[in-house]
């Protein structure tokens, strides 16, 4: 594949920023091969030779870049200026990132000043850790390191274990986090300075979390000699004073042109702030040279194509702010990242004795001294078998013992990507949430697939495929499911049919309480997967679903967690009939030809139990076939697996809840101890705190950077402090509820359907404003309007209320402000809607309600108020229905036709005018010709004076309160 480059330098120019490969040692900038990003976000190469301009004093030495942040018209350069060498896969290093480098797109002043400031944070970060300024070997696009090279120059530091002060739980020191202490000694003060939440160091050091955004991580010697796994960190970075924001409130202005939204203007430096934290958390992992987004088995070393295009979109976490460098055709300088875990291990066996295939894990030897053995010895071998003059050399003595690699890649999908209780269950593509495949790799250290096999076992997990939802103000969540029968099936096989398409057989593995709160979900799943056999199968072809219900905390009671033995049993069978994958002489000789899939409520506790153990299993199996003994249950020397898995379950807990992993002290030590328990209810605390104030900003940050959203979602959070569902495309809900309704409460078959529209109202008719609003539908027909209320959750009409045309009096429409919170709720053009008038028959039911079937005929009272009485009152002077507009599109970018209105007030008009003309056209053809036409009057439904007035003190103090918490 073509070459990325290894190592660019960044500097402002007068007309943008320039990108060229970074020369070797002690040779001089050139601008050959450079490219050119300019100060409106547009790629391109450099055309005009500038290696006679002076770029030193304000360069900056990346990695890598990550992609282009456009907000409104403001441009940020996302580049890699801080890394961590995690593996070596065929002896390609793959790196994790520790931190980013945010560079405004505004001015050359802006940039420079950005670019400065991010060169002396990263000096500064290189001293803490006791680094030299320069690394000793230059990676240019020219130069590759070896394997060698790569280990001396960025091995990770040397571990330590330690016994945390509060818990009492042994981890790594860098692991370890200080949630239990702040929450129980400190009592320091959550809510407005949540990012105190999360640091490494709890509160001691304020002044060094104020400005700055990158991890400072301290590596301490671990007393078993083992790597610190770098994957295992704090939700967030701990600040550094010393680095500013890329742009000061102060200097937004100077970033952006045109017309822009000033609720997204005022949120640009959280955006900046969140970004920079985001990509900096040591989640996010890159190889210039392997695709990690692949299994082993389906790399392609000697393909051309570039790496964009060989990485698989499903893990492609930075396609959409890469696009602008794709469709310029600078592939060669970005790098795709992906977002989940890679660790590796190193291990080795030593017999006991040449009678027996028995065998020890030799606990002396660290990863960096067996791999640079292996290495060496490999290239040894290779020196003599091209040497004709070293015939005479002695072979090497015999070994008695064995040197392993063990790899572990998981890799997070970006669809129905984000986090805990806004993410939950299936969307309607298929997709479910927390969807991670985790690949375990066993290897030679030299990769050599000559002489030793390479083994690959792979895994997935995901939420239930089902529609369902849990509210994250509660620490038991009821489950609130949603969607009919069909509905759900239909998602339920689509993620199952593009599951076996992928991993061939397929066996479900549903780890849910079959009592108590989750019993409802889990009972859906199983009936789902019995309705699925029973039609078609997962494939269409009748390819079943296996599927076993494991109800884990049942079994395992009273912390029994090695009951979950009793479920391996059930799992041997299918795990070895699909087996995994060889590779032999680098050819596959054997395909892994199914998968465990495997769930809890969350896809992390329990299932990263379930998944060490069947991951246990197929390693002493794989092992076992090349005559190898390994007990990694209960042998001590073997506890560097349980801590590898261990890291893999707190890296996706913390990109998915915020905090590691609960039940880890079990996966780590295969021991349930009390201590373990008391830190589990601190994680629990700091989930329950993340879920209910910084996911919901989070969120909606995801689904920008993935391109599910347009910028407008930062408005629409400032205004509810809320995340929509953007993976459900909402235009579709909407449309299939106007179908439906339709079909429903319209009786007479010569009465067409002209037009139905979704639409915001009170929950009262007869009121312009109550606490609450909901989505209704609104049908038009030749003869009469239709006004239907939904149960969302069934996807049933609930009561509708049919309006003849010849009953319509008046319509007006204008101005509709509920609330004077946020700045987007009192914005006069998009808070619009309209007032129907209208005259009810005499002695007639107004509302027909629906409590088993429309069809039965179930009528009851006007819903109009909780006022029976008043009810009579308002047929006899008339009543009237209020309707406010949604947002014509959602947040979701899309290509509309261009008869779709683009804003609320063209919907508003559209609405209006079309149930004005057909009444009119009705009481033409009519009999009373001469009936008075409907006409469509400009009047404010509830203005802004009128709404401020209407706002109440505790309202507004609850919302300022809210705010402050979350800003």
């Given at each position: 594949?073509p070459?990325?480059?290894?190592k660019l ?15 070797p ?9 450079a ?8 790629v391109?190469p ?6 006679q ?15 282009l ?23 390609k290093p ?8 945010l560079?405004?797109l505004?001015?050359?002043a ?7 400031a ?18 000793t070997?230059?990676?240019?696009e ?17 571990p ?17 986090t200080?949630v ?42 671990r007393?078993?000699?083992?790597p610190v ?36 203007v005022a ?15 040591g989640?996010?992992?890159y ?21 964009f ?6 893990f ?20 795709p ?63 008695n013992g ?34 991670v ?16 096999t390479?083994?690959?076992f792979t ?14 103000y509660?620490?038991?969540p009821?489950?609130?499911t949603?969607?009919?029968?069909d ?6 096989k689509?993620h ?26 889990g ?9 699925l ?24 009671r ?14 041997d ?6 087996g995994?994958?060889?590779i ?65 379950g ?17 996966t780590?030590?295969?021991?349930r ?21 910084n ?42 509820a ?7 409460v ?31 539908v ?14 969302w959750g ?9 309006i ?9 429409s ?29 002695n ?13 005929g ?17 047929s ?32 508003v008009?559209s ?11 009705s ?31 505790l ?8 705010k402050?918490?979350?800003?």
């Open positions: 594949m070459g990325l480059v290894r330098l960044i500097f402002a120019a007068v007309d943008g920023l320039i990108l060229q490969p970074a020369p040692r002690n040779h001089p900038p050139a601008t050959q091969q490219i050119k990003i300019d100060y409106k976000g547009n391109g450099l055309l005009k030779d500038r290696r301009e002076d770029t030193a004093p304000a360069s900056l030495e990346v990695h890598g870049v990550i992609g942040l456009q907000v409104a018209t403001s441009f940020f350069l996302i580049s890699i200026c801080g890394r961590e060498l995690v593996a070596q896969i065929r002896g793959v790196y994790r990132i520790t931190d980013v480098a560079i405004p505004a001015s050359q802006d940039a420079d000043k950005a670019i400065v991010a060169r002396d944070h990263v000096q500064r970060h290189k001293k803490a850790q006791g680094l030299a300024e320069e690394e070997e230059s990676e240019s020219e130069e590759t390191p070896s394997v060698t090279d790569s280990l001396l120059d960025e091995t990770p530091a040397p330590t274990e330690v016994k945390d002060a509060v818990t009492g739980q042994l981890g790594p020191a860098d692991r370890r200080s239990a202490e702040d929450v129980m000694q400190r009592r320091g003060v959550y809510g407005r300075f949540a990012d105190k939440w999360f640091s490494k160091k709890g509160w001691k050091d304020d002044s060094r979390r104020t400005q700055g955004l990158s991890k400072d991580v301290e590596s301490v010697p007393e078993d000699g083992g796994s770098p994957t295992k960190l704090d939700a967030l970075p701990v600040d550094d004073k010393d680095a500013p924001e890329s742009v000061s409130p102060e200097d937004i202005p100077k970033a952006l042109e045109g017309q822009t939204d000033n609720t997204t949120l640009l430096p959280k955006i900046l702030r969140t970004t920079k934290m985001y990509f900096a958390s989640n996010f992992f190889s210039y040279e392997y695709d990690i987004s692949h299994g082993i088995a389906q790399q392609q070393p000697h393909s051309s194509l570039p790496l295009k060989q990485f698989d979109p499903l492609f976490w930075n396609r959409h702010i890469v696009s602008r460098f794709i469709d310029a055709g600078q592939h060669n300088f970005f790098v990242v992906l977002q989940g875990f890679v660790g590796q291990r190193p291990f080795s066996i030593k017999f006991v004795d040449t009678q027996t295939n028995s065998a020890v894990i030799d606990p002396a030897a660290t990863p960096n001294d067996i791999q640079l053995q292996a290495i060496q010895k490999d290239k040894a071998a290779d020196a003599e078998s091209d040497s004709d003059t070293n015939t005479d050399t002695p072979p090497p003595e015999p070994s064995k040197d392993f690699l063990l790899t572990l890649i998981s890799r997070r999908s970006v669809k129905r990507a984000g986090l805990r209780y806004l993410r939950r269950g299936v969307d309607d593509e298929g997709s479910t949430a927390n969807s495949e985790t690949e375990q790799i066993l290897s030679s250290p030299t990769w050599n697939t000559s002489m030793d390479i083994f690959s895994q997935f997990r995901g939420s239930i495929p089902l529609f369902f939802s849990q509210s994250p509660s620490l038991k009821q489950v609130s949603w969607g009919s029968t509905t759900n099936a239909a998602a339920f689509r199952f049919s593009h599951l076996t398409s992928r991993y061939g057989s397929i066996f479900g593995v549903s780890l849910v309480d079959k009592h108590g709160t989750e019993a409802k979900i009972e859906l799943y199983d009936r789902h997967a019995k309705i056999n029973e039609n078609e199968g997962m494939d269409g072809k009748g390819k079943k679903l296996d599927f076993e219900w494991f109800d884990f905390h049942y079994v395992c009273g912390m029994h967690f090695e009951n979950v033995s009793q479920l391996m049993d059930t799992l069978p299918f795990m070895k009939s699909t995994w994958t060889e032999s002489i680098d050819q596959v000789t054997q395909k892994q030809s199914g998968v465990l899939r495997t769930n809890c409520m969350d896809c992390l506790d329990r299932t990263n139990v379930v998944q060490s153990a069947c991951a246990r299993t197929a390693l002493e199996a794989q092992l076992s076939a090349g005559s190898y003994s390994i007990d990694l249950q209960h042998d001590p020397s073997t506890s560097w697996f349980n801590t590898l898995w261990a890291d893999n707190d890296a996706i807990s913390r990109q998915y809840a915020g905090t590691a992993a609960l039940k880890g002290d079990f780590r030590t295969r021991k101890q009390i201590t373990g328990a008391l830190t589990d209810f601190g994680l629990t605390l700091t989930r329950y705190y993340n879920n209910i104030v996911d919901y900003f989070a969120q909606a940050l995801i689904d920008y950077l993935l391109g599910r959203a347009t910028d407008t979602i930062f408005a629409e959070f400032e205004a509810d402090m809320k995340s929509s569902d953007y993976f459900i495309d909402l235009r579709k809900v909407r449309q299939a106007i179908e439906r309704s339709a079909s429903i319209i009786e007479d078959k010569e009465e067409d359907l002209v037009a139905g529209w979704t639409l915001s109202v009170p929950t009262s008719v007869n009121h312009l404003k109550t606490a609450t609003f909901e989505e209704a609104l049908l038009l027909t030749e003869k009469s309007l239709y006004f239907c209320r939904l149960d069934t996807e049933k009409v609930r009561e509708f209320e049919r003849q045309l010849e009953n319509i009096e008046g319509i007006f204008g101005v509709y402000i509920t609330s004077t919170l946020a700045q987007r709720h009192m914005d006069e053009d998009k808070n619009v809607g309209f007032v129907l008038r209208y005259r009810a028959e005499p007639s039911e107004l509302v027909r309600r629906n409590t088993r079937s429309l069809d039965a179930n009528y009851s009272a006007p819903s109009d108020d909780k006022n029976p009485s008043k009810s009579q009152s308002a006899d002077t008339g009543r009237f229905l209020a309707f406010k507009a949604l947002p014509p599109g959602t947040s979701v970018p899309s290509s509309d036709s261009p008869d779709t209105p683009d804003n609320e007030v063209q919907v008009k609405v209006c005018e079309e149930i004005a003309r057909v009444a009119n056209k009481r033409a053809e009519g009999e009373n010709t001469q009936e008075k036409r409907v006409v469509v009057e400009a009047k404010d439904v509830i203005s802004l004076g009128d709404a401020k007035k209407s706002t109440g003190y309202e507004q103090l609850g919302y300022s309160l809210k402050m918490v979350w800003s």
